[in-house]
């Protein structure tokens, strides 16, 4: 009788093995309310692992950026579908809607929608090639306005072609894409073993993009990381694309800026369109092009090299400056963690001299009622903390705290 | 060994017999019983035993010839019967009358039953050294393959059945995979041979059961004989080899319109040693089996389409979509000549095998990478010596001495010129751009020699010493023929190379009456790269100006150690134990990149583990019912992990090392079987890796939320169970039916860190249950064999990657000739 027990016993094992199945498909996601699955205010992006492993993206939210709570991707925040590193680099946030480059040929508009990432339309490129692969990108009243990541060299014209598309984000439908004609450099670039590139070969790296009075400006360099001192902006109509001018500055060095999403550009309220530069000590400055005018304005250069490299902190590439600086109101930009006054060149206040913790770099700056800016601090011990300053009062608060043990914060953005 | 255990066993019964019968009173004896046995490929079964059933003192052993000649006094309905070590045993009822002589000849059948069965019948070759290995100082796992004879089944699927294998496939026949032993990227031999140096066109997903006898896996400590850099686990799949004639060969159809020949035979003469193996397999198949939508993992098949309104080309979602560009076919043929069992040598054969596949490829990373036009080529040519031989100029002394030369060669090229959806149509560059042609050619160039030398330090066997060193060298020239210009052409057929030596010295001590078996070893690893890079200047025409090619050089040197343990508690109960560091040097495809989807990374460093392992096993029989438990557990502590990792094009993937993974894990496995007419399997296996790194940055400020948390994106969970029911003699003398049930369970893992992300927005491959049913009809004493398979009957999604769905319910026919 023992024996047969014995038999019985395996043989059971072996029979219970297939009801496993029954309740072991999909993970269990608990019984517990998925607060992620109410429509928030505000959306925080953060990113958790290592390139070397992974790395993943992660979007909380919250009804208020300033309460004092704790927010943690843990068993929380919003897992995007699919999207790798690469979507978030070649993805722009514009009024609640996310649109990034899926395998270089396709835009995907998405939106948070009960918790999820949804689809809200698509584009597919007419050829390969990155042709959708997006750069810089601005909105206007047209829409999205991105510069293609797709170089070609026009052996017919000698000149570097990259497309300019005009997206209607409400039909998801090119309007246009009419090539950018960027001058061959008349010197020589070389590649990083030291050698003379092909000038089909010359990457080009736009760094600052704007869109005004019919004009558009394209602050660029040759290859990936510039060793020129000079900042090149190239000028054209717009949309048509046409009466290029290459515009060059020698007083502060070349153009600063990531190819990506980030702005190291900004219009005032006079439509005076600034842009940063960087020089060989990797200190910044900023340059001006009047309203109504497409030459860099002669009597105006802003020499930044008492505040360093604001860009320091950066934690977006490694490319000629990854920072990102916005404009806010009576001539006062946010550059890196500094409120600058760019009219009177003159620094108001270094958000870091609070004490509240280091200002980080991130993709984007959220700000409100051109006087409240928010931004990302991270202390000493390795905590982090949405900050929001006070232009008006000059005054700094900390709001909501991030679980610390992340890797960074891309952006911080307003869902409705 | 086996023809000596065979007299010794014959000589015995003899013995036995004429003592007994010698002891009798003297009767008469005018009724004989006389004839032939012989095996089913005519070979004479010297010292087979015939006896009278219940009559114990009335029997024969077949001459050299495989004659016999019973006499007895007995008349009228008797049974006789007929055994010989590795074969069937055999009755026939037979009518004696008194004063007349019967001839009857017998065939007998090889025995190639699962290892219970033998135990009970006492028999098979095979078996035999499935029992010794299990029972030896190292933790492995060993399949007997002829039970999957068969089935329509390559490797792989045969080996994710077995505890800690983990086979992960991206789709149907000949689809890319990944192999780990208890989490790590295992080392495949073939008889004894780092499988690395085959070409594609012998890889485990594409060689069929038939020319297999079995498979060892090796888990932890991998025995000094496999000397290459193996660690915490290797496979070494040895192939049919049969002193004396056998043919295996069968063919299989079925859904995908997917074919598999395979033939493996041999033949020996006797007088002189001489022999002649060949094997060869052909598969073939359309992979065109149904991709589905499914909501519920968030897999959406798209297509691409015009809008008509807008002119606007859109992805739009469709329900599924049948597979159109991903046919597979390859080719082996190998013979080997050569003589065994001769004065000057136990073994020595020359050898040459010849593969080749080509391959179509459907997807890249993911499930809307959609390609039309891409294939792969592979060919490779590689001839053998091996020479071996037991006291090797001194007494004691065993060489086993081999060396390959192999030239292998990869094409990779997309002739579409165009990204494609699942409904065939240009997708992405729909506009009719062209995208650039890719045509690369890879060669590889390859030696690799082994010397292992054992010796016996005493004369009981009870320890020995093991001498084993192995050097690797593959030279390879890439070309890019879609490259116009003349000089960039030539450039790209730069050469890397990578040079192994591995040197391992194994004391082996049989201690406690042989209760405890010790294997102490030491290793070092010694891998040498060298890249050649192209620093030359081209001008705008593409002519070279300037600069030069250089070539960048690495050494890595490492000693290494480890001990192997197995204590006999009793003789059904032991325990074993083992504690390594080890070394896993990079693959050539790893550093070098393969030019379709696996991107070069020179700056790839060995991978180090410390591995500790500890399990029991325990036997147990019950009359003719048999019960074996085996069950294990590991830990590995692994700096600078090599693990693939899928890049920002998701298309590409690179291999990189990761500071720091820690992996454990258990696995469980229990057996039972009556006779050989049923056999229940079951087992369940769980390892989990553990990300090492702390910080977050350089700064170490930061410990990253994910230190410590499980690595996402690989199963963590699976097991399998099996049933087979047979019975013999059931619709006639000498035939068999059987059937066989199969189920293989994953448990569901996420794509990303557990922890993290809100559950419903998280994105997994699921568990998925495939079951699996096999009848099998043989006849001939299992001479003729025909099966009929429904694989994934239930037709579930099965997912080994995120969203690449693999086949779904198949049946298959499979008809075997086995002249074993």
């Known amino acids: 009788m023992k024996k047969l027990n014995v038999a019985g016993m395996v043989l059971a094992t072996a029979f219970v093995m297939p009801f496993i199945q029954s309740c072991s498909k999909t993970p269990d996601t608990g019984t517990k309310p998925d607060d992620t699955k109410q429509t928030k205010e505000y959306a925080i992006f953060v990113t958790v692992g290592n390139s070397s492993s992974s790395e993943n993206y992660y979007t909380l939210t919250t009804a208020d950026l300033m309460k004092d709570t704790l927010l943690s991707p843990v068993n929380s925040g919003i897992e995007p579908d699919n999207i790798t590193s690469w979507a978030y680099i070649y993805s722009v946030f514009y009024q609640g809607s996310f649109y990034y480059t899926q395998d270089g040929n396709i835009i995907s508009k998405q939106k948070i929608v009960g918790g999820k990432y949804k689809e809200l339309g698509n584009i597919v490129a007419s050829a390969g090639s990155w042709q959708l692969g997006m750069m810089k ?73 704007s869109i005004r009075d019919n004009k558009a400006f394209i602050g660029f360099y040759y290859d990936w990381i510039t060793k020129i001192d000079t900042a090149y902006m190239l000028v054209c109509d717009y949309p048509a694309l046409t009466n290029v001018k290459l515009l060059k500055d020698t007083r502060l060095g070349h153009v600063s800026g990531a190819w990506y999403a980030s702005s190291s550009s900004f219009t005032d309220e006079n439509g005076d369109y600034y842009f940063s530069t960087i020089n060989k000590n990797k200190t910044y400055g900023l340059l001006r092009i009047k309203s109504g005018t497409t030459e860099i304005d002669p009597g105006y250069a802003y020499d930044l090299k008492e505040v360093g490299n604001i860009a320091g902190a950066a934690s977006w590439g490694d490319y000629a400056g990854s920072d990102h600086h916005v404009y806010i109101k009576s001539g006062l930009a946010f550059m890196g963690s500094y409120m600058i006054d760019v009219r009177n060149k003159k620094v108001i206040k270094d958000l870091n001299s609070f004490g509240l913790g280091k200002v980080q770099m991130t993709m984007d700056t959220y700000t409100e009622n051109s006087n409240e800016v928010y931004v990302v601090l991270k202390t000493d011990d390795a905590r982090w903390f949405v900050g929001k300053y006070d232009v008006a009062a000059n005054t700094l608060k900390r709001g909501v705290e991030i679980h610390s043990g992340i890797k960074g914060i891309s952006r911080i953005g307003r869902l409705r | ?41 005519g070979e004479a079964l010297s010292g087979a035993s015939v006896k009278i059933s219940n009559e114990q003192y009335v029997g024969a052993i077949a001459d050299s010839t495989g004659n016999y000649d019973i006499s007895t006094s007995l008349a009228g309905k008797v049974t006789v019967i007929v055994s010989s070590v590795g074969y069937r045993p055999q009755t026939r009822d037979v009518y004696l009358k008194a004063g007349h002589s019967i001839h009857i000849d017998f065939t007998l059948t090889e025995d190639n039953r699962q290892l219970n069965e033998v135990i009970v019948a006492g028999t098979g070759n095979n078996q035999y050294k499935v029992k010794q290995l299990k029972e030896s100082g190292f933790n492995v796992n060993v399949i007997d393959v002829n039970e999957y004879g068969n089935i329509s089944t390559d490797i792989n699927q045969v080996l994710k059945r077995t505890t800690g294998v983990l086979v992960r496939e991206s789709g149907g026949v000949g689809s890319d995979f990944t192999f780990q032993v208890n989490g790590l990227a295992a080392k495949i031999y073939i008889d004894d041979i780092p499988m690395d140096q085959y070409g594609s066109s012998m890889t485990l997903n594409n ?8 498979i060892e896996v090796y888990k932890g400590v991998v025995p000094a004989h496999l000397g290459s850099d193996a660690m915490g686990g290797a496979v070494n799949i040895i192939t049919k080899q049969k002193t004396r004639k056998f043919l295996d060969a069968s063919y299989s159809y079925g859904s995908f319109n997917t074919h598999q020949v395979a033939l493996t035979g041999g033949i020996r003469d006797r007088k002189t040693g001489l022999k002649l193996r060949a094997s060869t397999y052909y598969n073939y198949s359309d992979n065109n089996y149904m991709m589905y939508s499914d909501s519920m993992y968030n897999v959406d098949l798209r297509i691409v389409k015009r809008d008509e309104a807008t002119g606007t080309y859109r992805q739009v979602s469709i329900d599924k979509a049948r597979r159109f560009y991903d046919t597979y076919r390859s080719a082996m043929g190998e013979v080997e000549v050569g003589y065994e069992k001769v004065k000057w040598a136990d073994w020595f054969t020359i050898g040459l095998t010849y593969g080749e596949n080509k391959k179509q490829h459907q997807l890249g990373s993911t499930v809307n990478a959609v390609m039309g036009g891409f294939w792969t080529e592979n060919k490779y040519l590689m001839p053998t010596i091996k020479y071996r031989k037991d006291n090797f100029i001194v007494p004691g002394l065993f060489a086993n001495l081999y060396a390959n030369y192999s030239n292998n060669k990869d094409v990779n090229r997309d002739t579409a010129l165009y990204r494609y959806d699942w409904i065939g149509h240009w997708a992405a560059n729909a506009g009719g751009d062209r995208i650039p042609e890719v045509f690369t050619k890879y060669f590889d160039n390859s030696y690799t020699a082994r010397a292992n030398f054992n010796y016996n330090l005493d004369k009981e066997n009870n320890h020995s010493l093991n001498l084993n060193y192995t050097f690797n060298t593959t030279r390879r020239k890439v070309y890019d023929e879609a490259e116009t210009n003349p000089y960039k052409k030539d450039l790209s057929g730069l050469p890397s190379k990578q040079g192994k030596h591995i040197i391992g010295l194994a004391w082996q001590g049989q201690w406690l009456k042989k209760r405890l078996i010790s294997v102490a070893s030491f290793k070092y690893y010694g891998m040498v790269t060298k890249a050649t890079m192209d620093g030359r200047v081209f001008d705008d025409f593409g002519k070279p100006v300037g600069g030069e090619i250089h070539t960048r050089k690495d050494f890595f040197g490492f000693p290494s150690g480890s001990l192997a343990l197995r204590y006999r508690i009793t003789p059904d109960w032991g325990v074993k134990g083992s504690v390594e560091r080890g070394y896993n040097l990079p693959e050539m495809t790893a550093l070098f990149g393969n030019g379709q989807f696996v991107v070069a990374n020179l700056d790839l460093k060995p991978e180090r583990s410390d591995n500790f392992n500890l399990g029991a096993y325990y036997n147990h029989f019950i009359g003719e019912h048999f019960i074996n438990l085996d069950a294990s557990a590991f ?10 990792q899928v890049l920002s094009d998701n298309i590409h993937s690179q291999s990189r090392n990761f500071p720091g993974v820690t992996l454990y894990g258990f696995e469980a496995e229990a057996r ?16 989990k890796a553990v990300d090492n790194w702390k910080y977050t940055d350089s700064t170490n400020s930061q410990v990253s939320l994910t230190y410590k948390e499980q690595l996402p994106n690989r199963p963590w969970m699976y097991g399998n169970a099996n049933l087979m029911l047979g019975k013999r003699d059931l619709v006639g003398k000498g035939t068999r039916v059987q059937l066989n049930y199969m189920y293989q369970y994953m448990h569901w893992f996420y794509l990303t860190w557990a922890k993290l992300g809100s559950p419903g927005s998280k994105n997994f491959v699921p568990g998925q249950t495939v079951h699996s049913l096999i009848l099998a009809y043989s006849w001939k004493q299992d001479v003729y064999n025909i099966s009929m398979e429904a694989r994934n009957l239930t037709d579930e999604r099965l997912y080994d990657n995120f969203r690449l769905q693999k086949p779904g319910r198949a049946f298959y026919v499979k008809l075997r000739v086995s002249l074993m």
Not at chain 1, 173 to 178: A, E, G, I, L, P
Not at chain 2, 16 to 25: E, G, H, I, K, S
Not at chain 2, 635 to 644: G, P, Q, V, W
């Open chain 1, 137 to 209: 990108t601005f909105f206007n009243n047209n829409g999205l306005n991105f510069l293609s990541w797709e170089v070609k060299y026009n052996q017919a014209e000698d000149v570097i072609e990259k497309n300019l598309y005009i997206i209607d984000t409400a039909a998801m439908t090119v309007k246009s894409n009419n090539p950018v004609k960027f001058p061959v450099p008349a010197f020589t670039i070389y590649d990083n073993n030291g050698n003379p590139m092909a000038k089909k070969d010359i990457p080009l790296t736009p760094s600052s993009f």
């Open chain 2, 1 to 41: 060994m086996r023809r000596i255990f065979t007299l010794l066993l014959s000589g015995f019964f003899l013995l036995v017999t004429d003592l007994a019968m010698a002891q009798q009173p003297a009767t008469k004896k005018d009724n004989h019983i006389y004839g032939e046995i012989k095996s089913k490929l």
């Open chain 2, 207 to 214: 060689i069929p059961v038939n020319l297999i006898d079995r």
């Open chain 2, 635 to 644: 830990y590995r502590n692994s700096k600078d992990y090599i693990a693939s």
């Open chain 2, 672 to 687: 039972y079987g009556y006779k050989d007419m049923v056999s229940l399997s079951a087992n369940i296996s769980y390892d």
